[in-house]
């Protein structure tokens, strides 16, 4: 969704000179995005002509087009054509950083091991504040998804999307927004894993049970036994990915 608030971008600021170490491009979008997260530029704010931003950058406009459309494939402005077009920004929402987090995580080209450490470390920090947090409505909602899957199970179905979303559930009745935006990437980086590994039904059915055994302790909010079963979960599922690597 975008916005077409303002006719102009705010005059209270002017972009940096240009240097040699970095494609120029690169430069361009960095300078228009950092405005965009410092809240200088705001959704629905539109940025100059290309021909404008070219003089101001002293360059071309096919190297300011190309920010641009770094810019869009991020998420942080749209273009739209016609005599009333032009670059506007957009609210960059959860989803943009979200997905930078998952592909920086990504191209770093971690390990399983790496991932699983890493999960071990957040998702029991991540237990402690839902099990204070978390509410009679964040719990249907997990027991909801237990549900889901079960059902899926017993009719021969894969459950990887409600095992994914049962982690991010968690994080969300912590009601911390980074939490939430930390386990939606690295759980759609263990989604990768999942799929390209494609585990068997009977590792389904495993999960399936730690899941429940988590569900239990946060209900009881026994935090203590929530980051044992959720400790023995994050190594079973590695130990288990491992083995199928190997084959």
Do not use: C, W
């Given at each position: 969704m ?18 040699n170490?970095?494609?120029i ?25 290309e ?9 071309g406009?096919m ?11 991020s ?15 957009k609210?960059p ?5 979200t ?25 029991k ?11 009679n409505?964040d ?19 894969r ?19 980074l ?9 759609d ?46 190594l ?12």
């Amino acid at each position: 969704m975008y916005y077409i608030l303002h006719l102009a971008m705010p005059q209270s600021f002017s972009f940096k000179p240009l240097k040699n170490d970095k494609k120029i491009f690169q430069q361009i979008s960095d300078q228009i995005r950092e405005l965009i997260f410092s809240g200088v530029l705001k959704p629905g704010d539109k940025l100059p002509p290309e021909n404008q931003l070219a003089s101001q950058f002293k360059t071309g406009r096919m190297v300011v087009r190309e920010a641009l459309r770094t810019l869009e494939q991020s998420g942080l402005v749209h273009i739209k054509q016609g005599s009333l077009g032009g670059a506007f920004v957009k609210d960059p929402g959860t989803t943009v950083i979200t997905r930078s987090i998952s592909d920086l995580i990504k191209i770093g080209n971690v390990t399983l091991g790496e991932l699983t450490e890493a999960r071990l470390g957040i998702e029991k920090v991540i237990l402690e504040f839902a099990i204070m947090r978390m509410n009679n409505e964040d719990l249907n909602l997990l027991k909801k998804n237990i549900e889901d899957s079960d059902q899926k199970f017993s009719g021969g179905e894969r459950a990887t999307e409600d095992h994914i979303h049962f982690h991010i559930l968690i994080a969300k009745s912590t009601k911390n927004l980074l939490f939430e935006m930390i386990i939606e990437s690295i759980m759609d980086v263990t989604e990768s894993f999942l799929l390209s590994l494609k585990p068997d039904i009977k590792y389904i059915n495993n999960v399936l049970t730690y899941h429940k055994a988590i569900y239990n302790a946060l209900k009881e909010k026994n935090l203590h036994m929530a980051e044992q079963i959720m400790e023995k979960h994050l190594l079973d599922v590695n130990r288990k990915l491992k083995n199928l690597a190997k084959t």
